[in-house]
Antibody, heavy 117, light 113 residues
Framework: QVQLQESGPGLVKPSETLSLTCTVS????????WSWIRQPPGKGLEWIGY???????NYNPSLKSRVTISVDRSKNQFSLKLTSVTAADTAVYYC???????????WGQGTLVTVSS | QSVLTQPPSVSGAPGQRVTISCTGS?????????VHWYQQLPGTAPKLLIY???NRPSGVPDRFSGSKSGTSASLAITGLQAEDEADYYC?????????????FGGGTKLTVL
């Protein structure tokens, strides 16, 4: 079955860059949408952005100046980079796959990233 | 503040029926874009519950149903069970130039009494 697994540092210092990777198994990254979503502790879901299988991207306007989502087809992975982080970026970060009607069908388990010195 | 508005909380007794609303606008739900619903059990990742307004993925009990009308959508849960206690989120697409393309509602906490 399709599985997604986030990986990356759990602690990032303020003003530095948050980098996460999502490894996909049981499916090819050469189809549909591959997305990042985050959830601050005790709060709701916030969509960060997606990369379409063609390579095109779409980002949340509130994060667009700091976000890059890229794909590594050889490793069946996609990645998130968020620059100039602050404490407000502390959250559980999820990677997910969305299909034809843009519903998020498969989710990773999530990884907590804390921004602190 | 989410552009899709959900009640912060709803509650019901076992066996009862509850509904969760998701109110949008003419640039998202009202424009005809699909609404999807997710269930997030405590400490776990969200799970797709309803897609395309009223479709259930394989494995989701038929106690869960979705509907859409105008600028709003609803999730209904019948025969409420203790295991339904969770947070529920709606999601839709927004076409406004300054908005967020993929929107989530603020979430609704369901308490089973």
């Amino acid at each position: 079955q399709v599985q997604l697994q986030e990986s990356g540092p759990g602690l990032v210092k303020p003003s530095e860059t948050l980098s996460l990777t999502c490894t996909v198994s049981g499916d090819s990254i050469n189809s549909y949408y591959w997305s990042w979503i985050r959830q601050p502790p005790g709060k709701g879901l916030e969509w960060i952005g997606y990369i379409y299988y063609s390579g095109s991207t779409n980002y949340n306007p509130s994060l667009k100046s700091r976000v890059t989502i890229s794909v590594d087809r050889s490793k069946n992975q996609f990645s998130l980079k968020l620059t100039s982080v602050t404490a407000a970026d502390t959250a559980v970060y999820y990677c997910a796959k969305a299909t034809g009607r843009q519903q998020l069908v498969h989710w990773g388990q999530g990884t907590l990233v804390t921004v602190s010195s | 503040q989410s552009v899709l508005t959900q009640p912060p909380s709803v509650s019901g007794a076992p066996g009862q029926r509850v509904t969760i609303s998701c109110t949008g606008s003419s640039s998202n739900i009202g424009a005809g874009y699909d609404v999807h619903w997710y269930q997030q059990l405590p400490g776990t990742a969200p799970k797709l519950l309803i897609y395309g307004n009223n479709n259930r993925p394989s494995g989701v009990p038929d106690r869960f149903s979705g509907s859409k009308s105008g600028t709003s959508a609803s999730l209904a849960i019948t025969g409420l069970q203790a295991e339904d206690e969770a947070d529920y989120y709606c999601q839709s697409y927004d076409s406004s130039l300054s908005g967020v393309p993929w929107l989530f509602g603020g979430g609704t906490k369901l308490t089973v009494l």
